[in-house]
């Protein structure tokens, strides 16, 4: 008879002793609700037509983006779901300037959780991949406990996404390699179904938003032109894919090698611009990554050692592959 398939809830459980003693069980805690907010954002994705949830909510958000309908609900969705978890002292949303203090779940043990909770929102009118990406951090006792977020990537104890695809998949490590779980949509349960994955050394795709060309690093451009040209002995050309959600790119990527990038904009050299947000989307990614034994860069360093000085500070990325990512950071030596 074959094993019963492992829960996240279980696997969760099963790591509690790879983490600080005073956080396991709000790590265990939290992972686990999270799955549990997961599955109704993919209830509700799937309903969303039907229940007029597409289309513009109205405003902008901190990071300047147009507030889809969606993005509110999933905001406040996902604070219900943390508040509910005991274990969460502050709640840091691309949705809410500020970080939103829960004091109930202060003190030593406290954590902090910066998320996006539906990443690559623009692609929800057009039915195409979308996800959630989070990180926990310690809120090491602070009152208030949201300045405890600010830091090192290398200052969070889990991080992980989930994909609302074909099929709902969630991903998370603890420090101690990375796991895919998908959801039964039957029972609401994730199960492990990518015990340990290890990315792969080396790609054959690239994702990045060409249309941003020009505006790029003289090294980033000068790669993006190497994984063009083919190369048969080499293995070049690399093929381009790039669905506009970093979590749909980031997990093909993860799976098959090869690199995701988002480079800043170098229109003024002296004041580049990045995109992405580092607290609850480069750093927790670069974290997943790495722990799948591939590399984080931001072209020039390791993105787990960005010091995050304010809530919603952008950052450029390069991960994937380690010989691919090494090889970037390579061209924007030659750059400089």
């Known amino acids: 008879m074959a094993d019963a398939p492992v829960t996240l809830s279980e696997h969760v459980v099963s790591q509690q002793g790879l983490l600080p003693p005073e956080h396991a069980r709000g790590v265990a805690a ?25 289309g513009y909510a109205g405003g902008t958000n901190v990071s300047g983006d147009e507030v ?20 969460v002292a502050a709640f840091i949303s691309e949705e809410s300037k500020d970080p939103i203090e829960l004091p109930e779940a202060g003190g030593a043990r406290g954590l902090v959780v910066c998320c996006d909770p539906v990443d690559g929102s623009s692609n929800l009118d057009v039915n195409s991949p979308v996800g959630t990406i989070f990180s926990v951090r310690p809120s090491r006792g602070r009152i208030p406990a949201g300045p405890a977020a600010l830091g090192p990537g290398t200052e969070q104890i889990a991080a ?5 695809g074909p099929a709902t998949v969630l991903v998370y490590t603890v420090g101690q390699g990375t796991h895919g779980f998908s959801l039964d949509p039957e029972t609401g349960e994730f199960l492990l179904t990518l015990p ?18 020009y505006s790029w690093h003289p090294g980033q451009r000068a790669f993006v032109e190497y994984l063009r040209t083919p190369d048969k002995a080499d293995g070049r050309p690399y093929s381009l894919r790039y669905s506009g959600a970093m979590v749909a790119d980031v997990h093909r990527t993860l799976l098959h090698g090869g690199l995701f990038m988002y480079p800043a904009d170098f229109s003024d050299p002296a004041k580049p611009k990045p ?14 990554v790495e722990q799948a ?21 952008r950052a450029a990325v390069i991960l994937g592959s380690p010989d ?7 061209f924007y030596r030659r750059g400089a």
């Not at 691919?324 to 390579?330: C, F, G, N, R, T």
């Open 160 to 164: 992980g996404y989930v994909m609302y």
């Open 196 to 213: 340990d994955i290890r990315i792969p050394r080396r790609g054959k795709v690239y994702g990045i938003n060409e249309g941003n060309y």
């Open 30 to 54: 939290v992972v686990g609700r999270i799955g549990r907010v997961a599955a109704v954002i993919a209830q509700e994705l799937a309903h969303a037509a039907l229940r007029d949830r597409l």
């Open 68 to 87: 889809k309908k969606l993005d509110v609900w999933g905001h406040e969705t996902m604070l219900a779901g943390l508040r509910a978890s005991g274990g």
């Open 324 to 330: 691919d990512v090494e090889m970037a950071e390579q």
């Open 293 to 313: 034994g591939g590399r984080a860069s931001t072209g020039t360093g390791r993105v787990l050692e960005l010091e995050a000085e304010e809530y919603h500070q």
């Open 275 to 288: 995109k992405l947000r580092l607290l609850y989307e480069v750093a927790p990614m670069g974290y997943v």
